[in-house]
């Protein structure tokens, strides 16, 4: 039981995208450290892993150290990202307050990295179900699972008129080419944004007005071919903090890589529920534990099932926005990332 009015906590992840001070705060910044630092009964102190890149990874750790043990936290939470944390200086917080470590792309990166992790804290966090029974397996009792949420206070309706048919808003990929080009044959006026489309990158402002503007938004989870050659490089190669360097740990990548196609959960359909969208996503074994199907988002298995769906809904304004409000209502009420944290802050004993 903590004694102060305040739930204190040491936040350390990565603030700018791929380390570059010129490009925008990264996904974890605005929706974990931000969230945190709003919530109201919540004081957390940030502890950038950027400053590696001045100061070199032992002083980071050495300083992250001391401040854990100047301020006291009730709890130290990592983004875990590649290998900026010292091991032995995770051991060392440890002792002093509890720690915990949230994981992403545990469907693949389970297998050469996260399960070296979780020794290190009190808890790890997982947003894969399957890799629940992964970490208990490799004698890991520390595992909770969690789920990717809505910010709301960065995810929010936006009231225009809806002039665009279907849209898609992402990074240009390989397997997304193929199904946008299967649309467009199938007579469908999709319109798409993001780095490498011809509309290219638009503004957080501006994707909340695509979202407002669409009929139809599309979650497109096809994923790269295990024969695309920065796939391959998986095989050898790893991210330490903003370098690419070689790793010869062949067994565990080979088993890393053999799961990379893994159809996983996003963020982005508890970022469109948000925005009160209507969502046609790609399926995955998990979304359907946080949404009904038909009844709060339309999932497709297949593109010759996309391209149906999308023409079934195209003509029926009241069902699409009816099912995108029941989304809506329901995200505000559990799906969250403050909603998320206070479970976990719960089942960790921290009230």
């Avoid at 401040?67 to 290998?83: E, G, Q, R, S």
């Avoid at 011809?198 to 501006?206: A, F, L, R």
């Avoid at 067994?251 to 359909?269: C, E, G, S, W």
């Amino acid at each position: 039981m903590i004694l102060q009015n305040k739930l204190r906590i040491v936040y350390a992840g990565i603030r700018n995208e791929n380390y570059d001070a010129r490009r925008a705060n990264s996904f974890e910044y605005q929706n974990f450290y931000l969230t945190l630092k709003n919530m109201p009964n919540v004081e957390v102190i940030e502890c950038p892993y950027d400053q590696i890149i001045h100061v070199g990874r032992e002083k980071f750790n050495n300083e992250l150290l001391m401040l854990v043990k100047t301020k006291k936290p009730d709890l130290f939470f990592a983004f875990m990202y590649t290998d900026e944390l010292s091991p032995r200086v995770l051991l060392e917080i440890k002792k002093i307050t509890k720690s915990i470590a949230w994981f992403a792309d545990d469907y693949w990166r389970f297998f050469n990295y996260s399960k070296h992790w979780p020794p290190y804290f009190t808890y790890v966090v997982t947003t894969y179900s399957r890799a629940v029974d992964w970490y208990r397996v490799a004698g890991h009792e520390n595992v909770i699972l969690s789920q990717w949420a809505c910010n709301t206070s960065f995810y929010k309706p936006v009231e225009i008129k809806k002039d665009i048919d279907v849209s898609f808003v992402g990074q240009h990929k390989s397997g997304r080419t193929k199904v946008i080009d299967a649309l467009r044959r199938a007579g469908i006026n999709v319109q798409c944004f993001g780095f490498g489309w011809p509309n290219g990158k638009v503004s957080h402002e501006g994707m909340l007005k695509i979202f407002g503007r669409s009929k139809i938004c599309l979650n497109l989870t096809d994923r790269k071919s295990l024969w695309d050659p920065s796939v391959i490089g998986r095989l050898f190669l790893r991210i330490s903090v903003n370098r690419i360097v070689p790793d010869f740990h062949f067994v565990d990548n080979l088993k890393a890589y053999l799961h990379f196609p893994t159809i996983h959960t996003h963020a982005r359909p508890f970022e469109l529920a948000g925005c009160q969208a209507f969502v046609i996503s790609g399926w995955s074994e998990d979304i359907g534990k946080y949404y009904k199907e038909d009844k709060e988002i339309v999932c497709y298995r297949s593109t010759a099932e996309l391209i149906e769906k999308i023409k079934r809904f195209l003509p029926h304004d009241a069902e699409r926005e009816a099912i995108a409000k029941a989304a809506y209502n329901h995200t505000i009420k559990d799906h969250t990332y403050e909603k998320r944290f206070q479970k976990i802050f719960s089942k960790i004993g921290l009230s």
